[in-house]
């Protein structure tokens, strides 16, 4: 199910050494313009890129 996935999902990302720099290449992007996430998924509301959106949102502490 969804949750499960985001919850592997965000554990993954936790773990993984480029995580920060990932983070803050993202954070340079969004002080100038709009970043978009790509997914390849017939469900447009659970899916990677949604989940890697609410991962970005939460570390940065942006609300959506």
Do not use: H, M, W
């Amino acid at each position: 199910d969804y949750p499960e996935f985001c919850e592997k999902y965000r554990a993954a990302l936790a773990e993984n050494p480029a995580a920060k720099e990932f983070l803050s290449l993202v954070k340079a992007y969004l002080d100038e313009q709009d970043v978009t996430l790509l997914f390849s998924s017939k469900n447009q509301a659970e899916n990677n890129a949604t989940a890697l959106r609410d991962y970005i949102q939460d570390q940065l502490g942006i609300s959506g």
